[in-house]
Each structure stands twice: as structure tokens, then as C-alpha cells.
């Protein structure tokens, strides 16, 4: 597949299709892996990489790359297919200025669930079907790569590409997905018990804004908790109710919005499962307005987004169970 | 040089609670440890690196500094300053204790910032030896030795037990309160021996720093590469804010609606604004804060402070940059390594 991929890129770039190329770039290690944008033969022969560890969704680079000049290729895989839908029917990007290239993908594997069974010192790495080999400086280990999968992969939502103008590898299917039981285990906490739960991890929480910043739906030209005039800027959360503020805020303005990409629970550096607070929102959309799933059509109206007559309107205080 | 058994350290560390507020690296539900205080109950973690560096206890994420309350036409000042407990430190690791010191070159110097000195004084560390470092450990390049840790007590895990040796006055007063069973060195001496040969496997145990430093500054700023190299930085700010080095904060007033709250808080070069002023933002886009966070450690630190790097090589920014962009690629790739 990535010797595939390579010579599309390399194809496209020669013809003077496309002025450069989105993808992923070889790390230090066997799995850090860099987005970047490779306008050149020689740098993709020597950087260009698709592999277990391509987890970084490209999508949100293109509203920077597609204000360029000239036409850029990006490679996306099914998921980030929905966010590149997304940001289309925003407006973010240009799509006469975008070549995508669908790429098949089979679950991408997270380095963390690995490091906790095999511990620090990994220096080798490789993937065989259903196994993994690891080596590290103190041992060797083979485990599943099922275990290894990141959480969203395991509960994958699509294999199939909603956007491309080219597609390698085979297309998938919408999937059948489990990615809202753990949701209804939290709805079935008692109030209490689901305060204790949020509290517990969003006191974790430094404010780093990875969450945010990698987010495509986060695409704000300048989010109000950086603008100085909003009188909501805040850099540190201070208090628990900032804590809490500032992830109730950034939940509601991406729900309808946010596609369940996952990239936000993917880079928390406190593994706080920010993917539980956006599904409890799709989960509801899905029962107060239908069946939705954003960047699924880029010409669809977000179901917050307009208005139907027979729109409910659901309310904590009225709706008590 | 003292021990205490695996069996006997909860009655160690109660002793030690009954003076001091006793923190200890512990596993959370998500894995990853963080420095939480000690309570029955509570095990110390062998985790290398607490995902929040040590630095938490001297530079807090934020801090409340004066309000200011409205009555009539005066204003009622108040000096928000916390007292601090005397408080110990137990499992610092060898390349955040060297973050101390680092801090201490900015906080420390004139003027002194009295908010770090009194935690500074008031803290006692005791590090403790690493014995199976990470793929993405590179103290060693700074000079670090993770087998004989700084602190003001040494500890290294054993077989059954925890070894301790006083390092500075401090710590020394200390061990002699707790008056515990003398022993000799011989299960340390091996494992320092041992934990060395895997230092000289680390892949970036020995990176070449000869091209950074203080007199390197124009060739390095005018470099071409970090148009590259910060090209998908998401100016997140997640290694600021892991990095035990990381040292700028901003004071921010925030209006209670009958006064105001002055309050220090973590800033990060990656963000937009930045050492905002009046006429704006001296560094306009992505490329030139990405530059100034590892200018900082390679070239402007060691400017102020007679060649000291910056950096201590613990790793948190490699493990935790969502796009996996860190200072060991940064150095590489000036470097033309990469
Ligand atoms: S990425 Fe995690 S720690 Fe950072 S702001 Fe988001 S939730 Fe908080
Ligand atoms: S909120 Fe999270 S899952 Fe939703 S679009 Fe943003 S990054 Fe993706
Ligand atoms: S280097 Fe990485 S962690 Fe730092 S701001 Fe950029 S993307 Fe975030
Ligand atoms: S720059 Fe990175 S490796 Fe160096 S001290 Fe900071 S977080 Fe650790
Ligand atoms: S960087 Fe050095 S001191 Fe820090 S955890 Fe790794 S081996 Fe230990």
C-alpha cells in the first residue's frame, strides 16, 4: 500500500497535477510519526510512510494548504474522509484546490495501550497480520494487534471513504459500530455517579488544547478562549468550573459538527476520553432528530443547524424521567 | 548509606507525613502516573516520567498573587500568597530533579521571584535512580547521570528494599530524624554498574549538542529548516506544559464583579498571544513561536547561563506531541541529520 501511495504522489507531483502532498512522515522511533507536506520525489523517497501508526487525521491541514496556490493532494483515510465532508460544507476549504486520495485502513494502533503491556524501551517494531513484534531494551514480545488498536479503530464506524477523487486499496462499509455502549453504561450512572466520573477526569485536564487545536471541527479562526476581548480567556483552568467550563463549551459548539473522528481522545496527553462527551451528543441527536452522522453528506443541513417545524424541544427540567 | 524494606516504607512515610506533606508518583486509572499526596494506601509507582513534570510543586499551573476589592473610593489590597507546608518529594527522577536547578537560574537570580523561593525552600527531594530508562530518554546527552541522581536525598529501588544517601544539608537533617538501619553500597554498586551498559544502548543517549549554544544564534535563527520542521505544528502548546523546563507564565486580572483577582498562570510560546503588547505580537505566525520554544533551550539559555542547555532530556515532549515534532528532531534535522 505505501509503495502505492508513493508513486501516486510522486506521479501527480511530476505531472504538475498537484504543487504538493499531504501525508505522514518517518519518526526517530518506529512509531512517531509526523504529518507533513512533501513537495519533491527525493522527500517522499526518503520520508514518506503509511503504516499502523498513521493515526493523524490530514484533513484539518487542508485549510491552511488549499489557501496556497496550486492544487494539493491529501491522502485520507474512511474517517477522515467525514471530517474533509465536514469542513467542506463549512466552507473551510477550496475543494477545486484539494486531490483526495482515499487510502483503505485496518485499524491504526496506539503506542500507548502497547508501552502499558510491554513497558518503556521500545527499539524495534513490527507488524505481521495478527500479531505485533516488540522489542524493547529489555525483552521481546509478540501481542494482538487487536489489543493494540487505538479505542477508535476498535470501535470503528466506517470503513468506507464518504470523499475522494481516487481511491487505493479496497472500499469498506458503514460498520455496524459498538461506539455507544460505553456512552449508555455512563447514562445509566446515577447523577452523582456520573459527576464523580467527569470530575475524576476532566480534573486531569491542563489546558493544553491539544484536544482543540487538532480538532476539525475547532476550526474557529480565533477560539474565544484565545481572544483576549472575549473575557473567557483562560490559560490555566483555574477553578473546577472552568475545567468543566471550557470542555461543556467546546462539546456544544462541535455537536451536530464533530464527525467522531477520535483525534481529540488520541491526543490527550491525559487520557482523558474526551470521545464519551462527543457521542453522548451524537447519541442524543440521533434520538431527538434522526439518524445523523456529520461529514457523512457535505451538501446536508446539521440537524442544529436548521429548523423543521416538528423540531423538539428536549429540556432537563420538563423531560425529568 | 541507609535502607528501608519494601515491608517497613509505610511506617517510613507515615513518619515523614506527621511533618511534611508527602508526595509520591502513583499509577491513575488512566495509566500513567502523577505525583499525589501520601496516604495509607497509596503505592509508589515505577513509572519513569509523571505525565505533569515536578516542577508543579515550585511553578504551580497557576497561582492567585493580590486582589483588589472595591470599597467606595478605596481600594483594599490583599497579598494572596499561600502558606506552604514543609513538604517532601519521594521518586523525583534524576532529569526533573535537574529541571530544579534550571529553574533556579531564572526564578532565583535577581529580582527573586518570592512565590518559587518560598516552595523552593520549603521543599525537600528525594530522587530516586532510574534502572530501565526509556527509548525517548536522553539525559545523558545533557549530562545527567540517571544512576546517581541530584536531590537532596539519593534513593535507588533494591531487591527488597529502598536505599537512601543524604546528598545536601537539607536532606541530610532529614535521614537523621528517620534513623534508619546503615548499610553498605554493594546491591547499589551493581545496579549502577548494570543501569549503565542500557544507557550506552539508549538510541539518543548521546546526541551531539556541539552545534547549538549560545554563539550559534544567527546561523540557527536564519536556519531555513524551520519552515519544515514547524510546518504541522497544531501550536498546541502540549510540550510546554509537559516539559519540566518550561518556565514563562502570564498574570492575568480576572473581575470577581466586586474586585479583581490577580493570578499567574503557565503561558506557552506556541500560542498566539505570546508576549502580547501594546502593538501587537512580535511573533506573527506558527513558525517563528515554534522557533522561540527550542531557541530557548538550545541557544538562548545557554547564552544567559555560562552553556547550559535548556533541556534535561526527559522525553515528555516526544511522548506527548500529538504530531510526534519534538526538540531531538528538531536538533537532528538542524543538524542536517535528517
Ligand atoms: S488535550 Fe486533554 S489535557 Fe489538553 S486541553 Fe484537551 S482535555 Fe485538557
Ligand atoms: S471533537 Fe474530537 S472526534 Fe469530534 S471532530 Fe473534533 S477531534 Fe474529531
Ligand atoms: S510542537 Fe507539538 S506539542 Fe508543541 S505546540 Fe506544536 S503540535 Fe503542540
Ligand atoms: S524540551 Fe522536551 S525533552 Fe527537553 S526537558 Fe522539555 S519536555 Fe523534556
Ligand atoms: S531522562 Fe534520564 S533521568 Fe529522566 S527518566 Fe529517563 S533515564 Fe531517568
Not at chain 1, 496506539?110 to 495478527?130: C, F, H, N, W
Not at chain 1, 525483552?139 to 470503513?159: F, G, M, Q, T
Not at chain 2, 470599597?71 to 530533579?97: L, Q, S
Amino acid at each position: 500500500m505505501q509503495e502505492v501511495m508513493k508513486n501516486k504522489a510522486k506521479e501527480l507531483l511530476a505531472s504538475g497535477e498537484v504543487r504538493a502532498v499531504i501525508g505522514w512522515k518517518k519518526g526517530e522511533f518506529c512509531y512517531d510519526i509526523t504529518p507533513a507536506v512533501f513537495t519533491n520525489a527525493e522527500e517522499i523517497d526518503n520520508g514518506f510512510i503509511y503504516d499502523d501508526f498513521c493515526g493523524a487525521n490530514l484533513s484539518k491541514y487542508l485549510i491552511k494548504e488549499a489557501h496556497k496556490d496550486g492544487k494539493v493532494l491529501v491522502f485520507l483515510k474512511p474517517c477522515d474522509t467525514y471530517s474533509f465532508n465536514q469542513l467542506l460544507s463549512e466552507h473551510r476549504i477550496n475543494r477545486e484546490k484539494v486531490y483526495v486520495v482515499g487510502v483503505s485502513c485496518d485499524g491504526k494502533v496506539d503506542i500507548e495501550k502497547i508501552k502499558r503491556t510491554v513497558g518503556d524501551g521500545i527499539i524495534a517494531l513490527s507488524s505481521d497480520g495478527d500479531k505485533i513484534s516488540v522489542e524493547t531494551l529489555y525483552d521481546k514480545y509478540e501481542i494482538n494487534r487487536a489489543d493494540a488498536l487505538a479505542e477508535r479503530c476498535v470501535n470503528c464506524k466506517s470503513k468506507k471513504h464518504v470523499a475522494y477523487d481516487e481511491l487505493l486499496g479496497d472500499e469498506g462499509e458503514v460498520l455496524d459500530s459498538k461506539r455507544f455502549d460505553e456512552v449508555e453504561m455512563i447514562e445509566n450512572m446515577t447523577a452523582d455517579e456520573r459527576f464523580e466520573f467527569w470530575r475524576n477526569e476532566l480534573s486531569r485536564c491542563i489546558r493544553c488544547n491539544a484536544c482543540r487545536n487538532v480538532c476539525p471541527a475547532c476550526s474557529c479562526e480565533k477560539c474565544i478562549f484565545d481572544n483576549d476581548n472575549s473575557g473567557y480567556v483562560n490559560k490555566a483552568p483555574v477553578t473546577s468550573f472552568e475545567e468543566n467550563m471550557f470542555h461543556i463549551i467546546r462539546a456544544f459548539h462541535v455537536a451536530g459538527r464533530c464527525t467522531d473522528c477520535g483525534e481529540c481522545s488520541r491526543v490527550c496527553p491525559q487520557g482523558i476520553p474526551l470521545h464519551l462527551l462527543n457521542r453522548k451528543f451524537i447519541k442524543d441527536i440521533n434520538t431527538l432528530y434522526g439518524d445523523y452522522q456529520a461529514g457523512e453528506d457535505p451538501e446536508a443541513r446539521g440537524p442544529l443547524t436548521s429548523y423543521t417545524e416538528k423540531d423538539p424541544e428536549p429540556s432537563v427540567v420538563t423531560d425529568k424521567e | 548509606m541507609v535502607k528501608i524494606s519494601f515491608e517497613k516504607l509505610n511506617s517510613l512515610f507515615e513518619k515523614i507525613s506527621e511533618k511534611y506533606d508527602l508526595f509520591v508518583p502513583t499509577k491513575k486509572n488512566d495509566g500513567q502516573s502523577y505525583f499525589e499526596k501520601w496516604e495509607q494506601g497509596k503505592t509508589v509507582s515505577d513509572d519513569l516520567n509523571t505525565v505533569r513534570s515536578a516542577k508543579d510543586f515550585f511553578f504551580p499551573q497557576h497561582e492567585d498573587i493580590v486582589s483588589f476589592k472595591l470599597d467606595g473610593k478605596n481600594i483594599e489590597i490583599t497579598d494572596e500568597r499561600r502558606e506552604v507546608r514543609p513538604f517532601v518529594m519521594f521518586g523525583v527522577r534524576a532529569c526533573d530533579v535537574r529541571s530544579f536547578s534550571i529553574l533556579d537560574k531564572v526564578f532565583l537570580s535577581e529580582p527573586v521571584d518570592t512565590f518559587y523561593k518560598a516552595k523552593r525552600e520549603k521543599g525537600i527531594v528525594i530522587s530516586l535512580a532510574c534502572q530501565k530508562p526509556s527509548e525517548t530518554c536522553f539525559c545523558t546527552t545533557f549530562g545527567i547521570d540517571p544512576t546517581e541522581p541530584e536531590g537532596d536525598i539519593r534513593a535507588w529501588k533494591g531487591n527488597d528494599c529502598y536505599y537512601l544517601e543524604g546528598v545536601t544539608e537539607k536532606g541530610n537533617a532529614l535521614l537523621s530524624e528517620l534513623s534508619l538501619e546503615e548499610c553498605d553500597r554493594t546491591e547499589v554498586d551493581a545496579q549502577i554498574e548494570n543501569t549503565k551498559k542500557i544507557l550506552d544502548r539508549l538510541p539518543l543517549g548521546k546526541l551531539d549538542t556541539d552545534s547549538f549554544g549560545g554563539d550559534k544564534l544567527k546561523e540557527l535563527f536564519d536556519s531555513e529548516k524551520w519552515a519544515s520542521l514547524s510546518e504541522s505544528c497544531l501550536g498546541c502548546g502540549t510540550c510546554t506544559f509537559v516539559c519540566p523546563t518550561c518556565q514563562c507564565y502570564d498574570i492575568k486580572d480576572f473581575e470577581t464583579g466586586h474586585g479583581v483577582k490577580r493570578y499567574r498562570c503557565w503561558d506557552s510560546c506556541m500560542y498566539s498571544d505570546f508576549t502580547k503588547m501594546a502593538h501587537g505580537n512580535p511573533r506573527l505566525t506558527q513558525l517563528e513561536r515554534f522557533r522561540q520554544r527550542f531557541m530557548h533551550k538550545l541557544v538562548y539559555f545557554p547564552a544567559n547561563n555560562s552553556g547550559e542547555f535548556g533541556c534535561v532530556g526527559c522525553g515528555r515532549c516526544l511522548n506527548k506531541c500529538p504530531i510526534s515534532m519534538n526538540i531531538v528532531k528538531v536538533m537532528k534535522t538542524l543538524k542536517g541529520e535528517n
